[in-house]
């Protein structure tokens, strides 16, 4: 675990994989997946336990402060634990690409899913799920991007 990068680096890893993906000054959403993808491959020093290291695919049309869009959030949680090993919070690093409002993409209504690392779990086959249900958005180009990182 002592190779690993640390977990408060998380968000800067993000960042450069997302630089990494940009042919132009906008970003496809196929880049930031392929973006997303190294990033949720890249494995950060936490605890080995199954919940400490999580990816959180999510879509869905929402308002949160202006007008309804379609977004799609790709999100890597850490489990913080206090000094005896306690779970004290999650950070969650996030990766929102949002599209303007389009009625077959509000069809999609929403989707979750979440994977963990060190769940003995498939981090391919859960990659491949997540991309298929991409594939309307993989050639668009989302009208905003949003990378951030918030304690839960």
Partial sequence: MHDRPRMEEALDVLRAELEVGRLTTELTTRAAW???MRFAR????TAPTPDSDGLLFQYGTYAFSRRPMFTVDLTRQ????????????YVQVHCELRYEFEAVLDALGSFDSWFFHDANADLDEWLAAMERQLELLLAR???EIDVYEEPV
Wanted: avoid cysteine; charged fraction near 35%; glycine fraction near 4%.
């Fill in 34 to 36: 392929l973006a997303f």
């Fill in 42 to 45: 890249q494995r950060f020093a």
């Fill in 78 to 89: 850490f489990d913080i634990s206090d000094d005896e090993g306690e779970h004290e919070h």
């Fill in 141 to 143: 180009r989302p009208s």
